[in-house]
């Protein structure tokens, strides 16, 4: 395998175990906003100008910015200034982050600095539903006062996440109905063996639900589903913001409601490492080199 040098630079902690997986893999590595990481290897940050002098490929976090102004960096009592970043990022680089704002994107491109961000990545969606689908499992197990053999879980949504929820869930013996939009997406829940729910006739079936499960990236749990949901149902969201349910209506309503965001890297924090290293693989080997 090629050797190059890789910067990462801020992040949680899968990109601390990002840097150890590339190391393993005999990269060269330096690493920028872990000096709260509590890994006695990256206690200490080096200056910015050292570490992306030279680097080829420059891995930020997910997200990229912890506002418009400064590097995500919850791992460091520094923070850095998004310019500053900017400004000391070689040219004729790959930068690769998640959510990078169309402002630094375009900042970049005029240093001929090659940007991909990584959520938008379908191979990276894919793997990362299986740590989120556990971790979501993970929640309801300790939200919920019965087993999930004796509950009802409502998941709404039939994409990437809300397929390997649906079948995680059928393994623990859950009654598990699912509601989809698309027809075609009601025959497959249908021939899994799960109940279909038509989104549009969600109303109906709120009321007999412990849980609902939310995947759909759009305000779909509304007031009016609210309403009619019964007392007492955990309301869990996966979906990225703004989320995908009325959060007012449901605090008002006296709904427990958890909105978990980045579960892979709160929950499986090492596997969602590694689906970044492969996805960052896959990328370089499409460049065919050039990086």
């Not at 690493?31 to 006695?40: A, E, H, L, M, V």
């Not at 990225?240 to 007012?248: L, N």
Request: hydrophobic share 40%; charged share 25%; aromatic share 8%.
């Amino acid at each position: 395998m090629y050797r190059r040098k890789f910067a990462i630079i801020g992040g949680d902690m899968r990109n601390i175990y990002l840097a150890e997986l590339l190391k393993k893999d005999y990269q060269y590595v330096e690493i920028y906003g872990f000096d709260n990481s509590k890994r006695p290897w990256a206690s200490k940050n080096s200056p910015l100008d050292f570490v992306l002098d030279g680097a080829r490929v420059i891995v930020g976090g997910i997200p990229l910015t912890s506002d418009v102004s400064f590097l995500f960096t919850p791992l460091s009592s520094e923070k850095a200034p998004i310019d500053e970043v900017i400004e000391k990022v070689p040219s004729n680089s790959l930068f690769i982050a998640g959510r990078i704002p169309d402002s630094i994107n375009e900042q970049l491109n005029e240093k001929h600095v090659k940007c991909i961000d990584i959520l938008k990545r379908e191979e990276m969606s894919v793997l990362n539903a299986v740590p989120t689908a556990e971790g979501s499992i993970h929640i309801l197990i300790q939200e919920l006062p019965r087993t999930l053999k004796d509950s009802r879980l409502l998941i709404v949504g039939y994409g990437r996440i809300g397929k390997i929820l649906a079948k995680m869930l059928q393994g623990f013996g859950a009654d598990v109905w699912v509601a989809a939009r698309k027809y075609s997406d009601i025959a497959w829940i249908e021939a899994q063996g799960l109940k279909p729910v038509a989104l549009n006739q969600l109303s109906r079936y709120v009321s007999d639900m412990d849980a609902i499960i939310n995947t759909a990236p759009a305000l779909v749990i509304t007031k009016d589903i609210l309403k009619k949901t019964r007392s007492g149902c955990l309301i869990l969201d996966l979906a990225s913001s703004p989320g995908g349910v009325d959060f007012e209506a449901a605090k008002a309503y006296d709904f427990k409601t958890i909105w978990a965001l980045g579960i892979p890297g709160k929950t499986a924090p090492l596997t969602a490492g590694d689906i970044i290293r492969r996805t960052i693989y896959n990328i370089l080997e499409e460049e065919g080199g050039v990086y």
